[in-house]
């Protein structure tokens, strides 16, 4: 696969479709890779890698990169391309400027997942597409790649790209059995205290790194409302510690009907935090008040919270009334 | 360094009865940046506004806060007074401590305390309140009503003898309305075909009115002197240019066995028909759900008969889009259906009608001449029960609470004018007030209890049964002599609540005018602005506003007129300066603003920005139009950097307020 990646990308630099390619490299780790834009087949051959571990989302990046001179090929895998297509519906991306390639994705392994096992001191990991090897400085380990993979691949909603000029590998199909709903399901089963709490031992352990936001490839501002001082909230000092836990609460909402459920949010997250399940709260809320909705899952639709429509139901109003439910 | 002035009114009893204004005064004058705190029993008065102008001038005041009645009752008159003292009428809060408080509050205490609290809200709005100037915008000369009923005709000529131009919306096929169905009026028992069509006839040939029968309004954009509507003419399958009434088709056309709804279904059409004889536009429409030669593509005879080839089996719906400075609502009514009634036994017996089938029975145009026939077995009846309230003032849940108010003048000529006719009838009426206001009315009915004999029983039909033998078994109460009644009747006539017609609550929608929960629609002001709706430019005729008969119908029509006459007669309109702009350094270019915005108030550009690494960069960018924006502030909750703000309601503003309420 990735020879077939990197072969791709050298045609289309050499016969000046692109002139640049954004890709992942190794970081400082094998199991750590991190996006990059590469502009020669030598800087291809040097370090471009595209295996089990390439779980960064590449769409966010395309809003600058996609401004930038000539034009630029782009690897994405299924679930990026619904990022992609919704940067696309909010002109955050401009197309034209982009080449898309779809990858084939089986599912990331995700090195935190594989610590939660009580794997420490890993040195490095590689994957067969079966197993993955995991080399610690106490001895090898073997896993099934289904019990190393991230969060966000584990419940993986669709392995159908959305959006590419070509592909390369296989396309899959929406995942309609998807049990991405099943916390949020025992979340809503909650008591309001017992769910308080969840959500307080979650959100406490936030260190506002910020790494959820930036990587959030529905959080584009130019300048986000937590960085504008006219918004009144910004760098404003914490009466109490929930107050830094409205940053996520806050963040959801605005992100709310625009998120595609990538799942980068949770993967970055170095304090572990599930941030994917307020997003989901969410989506399935929308779902459940205005029909399925995907975000990203095309250019074209509108969004339930950007449009109005006869039939749209009000939802504090109806549970009053004693309607829809 | 802000100066604000606190002004808290009594409002006469209505808030001092349960606010402490003397202490709100005192304690809004301890507030930051208040110079001045004082109650007066009127404000509004002119020593009340004088009391104001002197405050602003002697106090050198920049900001003012007025405590009392709804903004949407005297802001305007506030914003004008501050302008005469010499500052920005934009300078002016009001704290709402009468709607929002003394009226909804019993104990003082608790009255008192948040009268305080909303008050120092809006002393933390004004400290961010910023002089605003309006702009202007221009009025198109031309109304659409959209309703062709006796209330959207009267409107509609009235304006057009002003001199302006009308456009009439009507979804049938002939303006006209319920008046057409109806025999004779109340109380002058003057035929209602007689009255209402000449004004028909006269819509017609006015040059300045101009009539989309068979058509619906699609959708509205725009705002008050601006709007914009997408009039749907459907599908006729006539040319109505060639058309010339004749009615040949409609007597040639083999499909007979059409329901025919002017008839309320008590006799047939063809499927090629022209309602009445009296229809405006006298033009043929072919029913598409009946038509042999649209449905299987075989027949044409209406064609094949037609002189002046006006039938066109392909013809589509057209679209037509026209611009107008006002627009007048005047969808009117129907009966309601009586399916939660079955008591009544309306679905089991042909003999038991609602009134306006009975209007039908004794009309010398209906089903059976003008002869009044029992449905059932065309025999005269010689027993009638006439039931008043059905379905109005039910609070049970299956009707309306509402009283209808034309029942029981309706009922009181029914009963009289079967006693002239038939004096053999015995006539019934179950009722459970008898209520007459107007002029001439009561007097109406007090001659149909005393001289035409009619009985006159107060109580509730409980049951109607129909029996083998034809007759129909009522049974009742008599109230006042504290008896059951049972009656053998020959026709049982309901008179059956009315509730708004179905489609004026998408109409509502489109015109962007509030309803109640009844669906009618509601005025600006229940008492002081009876024919305007809350959204400026959008005007109520008729009983699609509440029910009402036909002289005061026609009565509020005129009003209705007026109103728009003196929308229309303004070269230019004064904006409300309160419109949204967008901060483009924040501005992601999303769409998400323009998605939302009702009016199309927003576009985009592509500019270009210095970005903080000395490079130039090209970002798309929102750009509000503020001739076009009315304020709504969609956007700026849409907005997901927050680039969109709103002039006079700032987020900032919003924030201080909430902070206020907080403290």
Same mark, same amino acid.
């Given at each position: 696969?990735?020879?077939?990646?990197?072969?791709?990308?050298?045609?289309?630099?050499?016969?000046? +479709?692109?002139?640049?390619?954004?890709?992942?490299?190794?970081?400082?780790?094998?199991?750590?890779? +991190?996006?990059?834009?590469?502009?020669?087949?030598?800087?291809?051959?040097?370090?471009?890698?595209?295996?089990?571990?390439?779980?960064?989302?590449?769409?966010?990046?395309?809003?600058?990169?996609?401004?930038?001179?000539?034009?630029?090929?782009?690897?994405?895998?299924?679930?990026?391309? #619904?990022?992609?297509?919704?940067?696309?519906?909010?002109?955050?991306?401009?197309?034209?400027?982009? #080449?898309?390639?779809?990858?084939?994705?089986?599912?990331?392994?995700?090195?935190?997942?594989?610590?939660?096992?009580?794997?420490?001191?890993?040195?490095?990991?590689?994957?067969?597409?079966?197993?993955?090897?995991?080399?610690?400085?106490?001895?090898?380990?073997?896993?099934?790649?289904?019990?190393?993979?991230?969060?966000?691949?584990?419940?993986?909603?669709?392995?159908?790209?959305?959006?590419?000029?070509?592909?390369?590998?296989?396309?899959?199909?929406?995942?309609?059995? =998807?049990?991405?709903?099943?916390?949020?399901?025992?979340?809503?089963?909650?008591?309001?205290?017992?769910?308080?709490?969840?959500?307080?031992?979650?959100?406490?352990?936030?260190?506002?790194?910020?790494?959820?936001?930036?990587?959030?490839?529905?959080?584009?501002?130019?300048?986000?409302?937590?960085?504008?001082?006219? =918004?009144?909230?910004?760098?404003?000092?914490?009466?109490? =510690?929930?107050?830094?836990?409205?940053?996520?609460?806050?963040?959801?909402?605005?992100?709310?009907?625009?998120?595609?459920?990538?799942?980068?949010?949770?993967?970055?997250?170095?304090?572990?935090?599930?941030?994917?399940?307020?997003?989901?709260?969410?989506?399935?809320?929308?779902?459940?008040?205005?029909?399925?909705?995907?975000?990203?899952?095309?250019?074209?639709?509108?969004?339930?919270?950007?449009? #109005? +429509?006869?039939?749209?139901?009000?939802?504090?109003?109806?549970?009053?009334?004693?309607?829809?439910? | 360094?802000?100066?604000?002035?606190?002004?808290?009114?009594?409002?006469?009893?209505?808030?001092?009865?349960?606010?402490?204004?003397?202490?709100?005064?005192?304690?809004?004058?301890?507030?930051?940046?208040?110079?001045?705190?004082?109650?007066?029993?009127? $404000?509004?008065?002119?020593?009340?506004?004088?009391?104001?102008?002197?405050?602003?001038?002697?106090?050198?005041?920049?900001?003012?806060?007025?405590?009392?009645?709804?903004?949407?009752?005297?802001?305007?008159?506030?914003?004008?007074?501050?302008?005469?003292?010499?500052?920005?009428?934009?300078?002016?809060?009001?704290?709402?401590?009468?709607?929002?408080?003394?009226?909804?509050?019993?104990?003082?205490?608790?009255?008192?305390? !948040?009268?305080?609290?909303? @008050?120092?809200?809006?002393?933390?709005?004004?400290?961010?309140?910023?002089?605003?100037?309006?702009?202007?915008?221009?009025?198109?000369?031309?109304?659409?009503?959209?309703?062709?009923?006796?209330?959207?005709?009267?409107?509609?000529?009235?304006?057009?003898?002003?001199?302006?131009?009308?456009?009439?919306?009507?979804?049938?096929?002939?303006?006209? @309305?319920?008046?057409?169905?109806?025999?004779?009026?109340?109380?002058?028992?003057?035929?209602?075909?007689?009255?209402?069509?000449?004004? $028909?006839?006269?819509?017609?040939?006015?040059?300045?009115?101009?009539? &989309?029968?068979?058509?619906?309004?699609?959708?509205?954009? @725009?705002?008050?002197?601006?709007?914009?509507?997408?009039?749907?003419?459907?599908?006729?399958?006539?040319?109505?240019?060639?058309?010339?009434?004749?009615?040949? /088709?409609?007597?040639?056309?083999?499909?007979?066995?059409?329901?025919?709804?002017?008839?309320?279904?008590?006799?047939?059409?063809?499927?090629?028909?022209?309602?009445?004889?009296?229809?405006?536009?006298?033009?043929?429409?072919?029913?598409?759900?009946?038509?042999?030669?649209?449905?299987?593509?075989?027949?044409?005879?209406?064609?094949?008969?037609? *002189?002046?080839?006006?039938?066109?089996?392909?013809?589509?719906?057209?679209?037509?889009?026209?611009?107008?400075?006002?627009?007048?609502?005047?969808?009117?009514?129907?009966?309601?259906?009586?399916?939660?009634?079955?008591?009544?036994?309306?679905?089991?017996?042909?003999?038991?009608?609602?009134?306006?089938?009975?209007?039908?029975?004794?009309?010398?145009?209906?089903?059976?001449?003008?002869?009044?026939?029992?449905?059932?077995?065309?025999?005269?009846?010689?027993?009638?029960?006439?039931?008043?309230?059905?379905?109005?003032?039910? *609070?049970?849940?299956? @009707?309306?609470?509402?009283?209808?108010?034309?029942?029981?003048?309706?009922?009181?000529?029914?009963?009289?004018?079967?006693? %002239?006719?038939?004096?053999?009838?015995?006539?019934?009426?179950?009722?459970?007030?008898?209520?007459?206001?107007?002029?001439?009315?009561?007097?109406?009915?007090?001659?149909?209890?005393?001289?035409?004999?009619?009985? &006159?029983?107060?109580? $509730?039909?409980?049951?109607?049964?129909?029996?083998?033998?034809?007759?129909?078994?009522?049974?009742?109460?008599?109230?006042?002599?504290?008896?059951?009644?049972?009656?053998?009747?020959?026709?049982?006539?309901?008179?059956?609540?009315?509730?708004?017609?179905?489609?004026?609550?998408?109409?509502?929608?489109?015109?962007?005018?509030?309803? %109640?929960?009844?669906?009618?629609?509601?005025?600006?002001?229940?008492?002081?602005?009876?024919?305007?709706?809350?959204?400026?430019?959008?005007?109520?005729?008729?009983?699609?506003?509440?029910?009402?008969?036909?002289?005061? *119908?026609?009565?509020?029509?005129?009003?209705?007129?007026? !109103?728009?006459?003196?929308?229309?007669?303004?070269?230019?309109?004064?904006?409300?300066?309160?419109?949204?702009?967008?901060?483009?350094?924040?501005?992601?270019? /999303?769409?998400?603003?323009?998605?939302?915005?009702?009016?199309?108030?927003?576009?985009?550009?592509? !500019?270009?920005?210095?970005?903080?690494?000395?490079?130039?960069?090209?970002?798309?960018?929102?750009?509000?139009?503020?001739?076009?924006?009315?304020?709504?502030?969609?956007?700026?909750?849409?907005?997901?950097?927050?680039?969109?703000?709103?002039?006079?309601?700032?987020?900032?503003?919003?924030?201080?307020?909430?902070?206020?309420?907080?403290?």
């Amino acid at each position: 696969m990735q020879e077939a990646v990197i072969n791709r990308a050298k045609e289309l630099l050499a016969d000046g +479709t692109v002139n640049r390619v954004a890709g992942w490299k190794t970081g400082e780790f094998s199991f750590d890779t +991190t996006p990059a834009v590469f502009t020669s087949a030598e800087e291809l051959d040097a370090d471009f890698v595209y295996n089990d571990f390439c779980a960064p989302n590449l769409s966010k990046y395309l809003v600058k990169e996609s401004r930038k001179e000539g034009k630029l090929l782009v690897f994405l895998k299924p679930c990026d391309t #619904y990022s992609f297509n919704q940067l696309v519906k909010e002109h955050r991306i401009l197309r034209e400027n982009v #080449y898309v390639i779809g990858v084939e994705c089986t599912g990331k392994v995700d090195a935190e997942t594989v610590k939660l096992k009580g794997i420490k001191g890993i040195t490095s990991m590689e994957s067969d597409g079966e197993n993955v090897t995991i080399h610690t400085l106490y001895g090898n380990k073997v896993l099934p790649k289904s019990e190393t993979l991230g969060t966000k691949c584990a419940t993986c909603k669709s392995k159908k790209h959305v959006a590419y000029d070509e592909l390369i590998g296989n396309d899959g199909e929406v995942d309609e059995e =998807s049990k991405r709903f099943e916390v949020v399901e025992k979340l809503e089963a909650m008591t309001p205290d017992e769910r308080y709490e969840f959500w307080r031992g979650e959100l406490s352990r936030c260190i506002r790194c910020n790494a959820c936001r930036n990587v959030c490839p529905a959080c584009t501002c130019e300048s986000c409302v937590f960085d504008n001082p006219d =918004s009144g909230i910004a760098q404003k000092a914490a009466a109490d =510690s929930f107050e830094e836990n409205m940053f996520h609460i806050i963040r959801a909402f605005h992100v709310t009907g625009r998120c595609t459920d990538c799942g980068e949010c949770t993967r970055v997250c170095p304090q572990n935090i599930p941030l994917h399940l307020l997003n989901r709260k969410y989506i399935k809320d929308i779902n459940k008040f205005y029909g399925d909705f995907q975000a990203g899952a095309d250019t074209i639709s509108k969004a339930p919270l950007n449009d #109005y +429509t006869f039939g749209d139901c009000e939802p504090s109003i109806v549970y009053s009334r004693g309607g829809n439910e | 360094m802000h100066r604000i002035g606190v002004f808290v009114c009594h409002c006469g009893t209505n808030i001092a009865g349960t606010v402490d204004v003397k202490a709100v005064a005192e304690a809004l004058g301890k507030e930051p940046g208040v110079v001045s705190s004082v109650e007066y029993q009127y $404000m509004c008065s002119e020593a009340g506004q004088t009391l104001i102008k002197d405050a602003i001038k002697n106090l050198k005041l920049t900001g003012v806060v007025i405590c009392s009645c709804s903004p949407r009752m005297h802001e305007t008159t506030f914003r004008r007074t501050a302008a005469a003292a010499g500052i920005n009428p934009y300078m002016v809060e009001i704290a709402n401590i009468r709607e929002q408080c003394s009226w909804i509050h019993k104990d003082k205490a608790t009255a008192t305390e !948040k009268a305080i609290i909303l @008050g120092r809200t809006a002393i933390a709005k004004v400290t961010l309140n910023t002089p605003l100037t309006s702009m202007e915008s221009p009025v198109t000369k031309r109304a659409l009503v959209i309703g062709g009923g006796i209330a959207g005709i009267q409107t509609a000529l009235d304006i057009a003898e002003a001199g302006f131009e009308v456009d009439i919306v009507e979804k049938n096929s002939t303006i006209g @309305g319920k008046m057409t169905q109806i025999d004779k009026t109340f109380p002058t028992l003057d035929c209602a075909a007689c009255i209402l069509t000449p004004k $028909m006839v006269d819509c017609a040939q006015n040059e300045k009115i101009n009539i &989309y029968s068979y058509s619906e309004v699609e959708s509205v954009s @725009g705002f008050v002197g601006n709007f914009t509507a997408k009039i749907k003419k459907k599908a006729r399958y006539v040319d109505a240019a060639k058309c010339t009434g004749c009615g040949v /088709c409609t007597e040639k056309c083999p499909m007979k066995n059409v329901p025919n709804e002017f008839n309320l279904g008590m006799n047939n059409r063809r499927a090629i028909y022209i309602p009445f004889a009296q229809a405006v536009p006298k033009v043929a429409t072919i029913d598409a759900d009946y038509c042999n030669m649209l449905k299987k593509g075989k027949c044409g005879v209406c064609a094949k008969v037609c *002189t002046a080839g006006a039938i066109d089996y392909k013809q589509q719906d057209e679209y037509v889009e026209r611009e107008y400075g006002a627009i007048v609502a005047a969808t009117g009514y129907n009966p309601i259906s009586l399916e939660n009634y079955d008591e009544f036994a309306y679905s089991q017996s042909k003999d038991v009608i609602t009134s306006l089938e009975f209007e039908r029975l004794t009309n010398a145009a209906g089903p059976t001449s003008g002869q009044l026939l029992r449905p059932s077995d065309g025999q005269h009846p010689h027993t009638i029960v006439f039931v008043q309230c059905v379905g109005s003032r039910d *609070t049970s849940g299956c @009707g309306k609470p509402y009283c209808s108010k034309i029942c029981c003048m309706y009922t009181a000529k029914h009963a009289m004018l079967t006693r %002239d006719k038939y004096p053999d009838t015995d006539v019934y009426v179950f009722y459970i007030d008898v209520r007459t206001p107007g002029k001439n009315f009561d007097e109406f009915y007090r001659r149909a209890v005393e001289e035409y004999g009619v009985h &006159y029983i107060k109580g $509730m039909v409980g049951k109607v049964s129909p029996r083998a033998d034809g007759k129909l078994m009522v049974q009742a109460s008599d109230l006042i002599a504290n008896e059951q009644l049972h009656i053998e009747a020959d026709l049982v006539v309901l008179a059956a609540a009315i509730e708004p017609d179905k489609s004026a609550r998408s109409v509502a929608t489109m015109l962007t005018a509030s309803m %109640d929960t009844n669906d009618f629609f509601t005025e600006a002001h229940p008492k002081l602005r009876p024919v305007e709706s809350p959204t400026a430019g959008v005007f109520l005729s008729g009983v699609c506003q509440g029910p009402k008969d036909i002289p005061e *119908t026609v009565a509020q029509a005129s009003a209705c007129a007026a !109103k728009v006459i003196g929308l229309l007669a303004k070269d230019k309109l004064t904006c409300n300066p309160c419109v949204a702009h967008s901060n483009e350094n924040l501005c992601n270019g /999303c769409s998400a603003c323009e998605k939302v915005c009702p009016y199309g108030a927003i576009t985009y550009s592509d !500019k270009e920005f210095r970005m903080p690494d000395r490079t130039v960069a090209i970002r798309r960018v929102a750009l509000v139009n503020p001739a076009v924006c009315q304020g709504c502030g969609a956007c700026t909750v849409a907005c997901p950097s927050g680039a969109m703000d709103l002039f006079g309601f700032s987020n900032k503003q919003i924030m201080a307020e909430v902070d206020a309420i907080c403290k």
